[in-house]
């Protein structure tokens, strides 16, 4: 079956970097769009980034553009976020998600506390 797992997330003071990873099973990884959600507490989950099969087209949600990559190693069967600049208001459950067949799969989410 399908399975998302991320890691990387932390507690990281503000100014600061950190790069999540999500690895995929269950599917033929290289064949699909990836992307990486967030929610914060009390809020709707927010889109992060997303990148096409082969890594040539990404895309950022406005409130992270400029500090996060989004990207991929197909021989891995893994998904990066590199963010940069981090701030407060980016303390968020981060989740990695792909749509298989019609059906929408999700990691558990990997936290991400941003604090001095």
């Known amino acids: 079956q399908v399975q998302l797992v991320e890691s990387g997330g932390g507690l990281v003071q503000p100014g600061g970097s950190l790069k999540l990873s999500c690895v995929g099973s269950?599917?033929?990884?290289?064949?699909?769009?990836m992307k990486w959600y967030r929610q914060a507490p009390g809020k709707e989950r927010e889109f992060v980034a997303v990148?096409?099969?082969?890594?040539?087209?990404?895309d950022y949600g406005d409130s992270v553009k400029g500090r996060v990559t989004i990207s991929r190693d197909n021989t891995k069967n893994t998904l990066f976020l590199q963010m940069n600049n981090l701030k407060p208001e980016d303390t968020a459950v981060y989740y990695c998600?792909?749509?298989?067949?019609?059906?929408?799969?999700w990691g558990q989410g990997t936290q991400v506390t941003v604090s001095s």
């Open positions: 998600q792909t749509t298989v067949f019609g059906t929408a799969y």
């Open positions: 269950g599917f033929n990884f290289r064949n699909y769009f």
């Open positions: 990148i096409s099969d082969f890594g040539i087209r990404t």
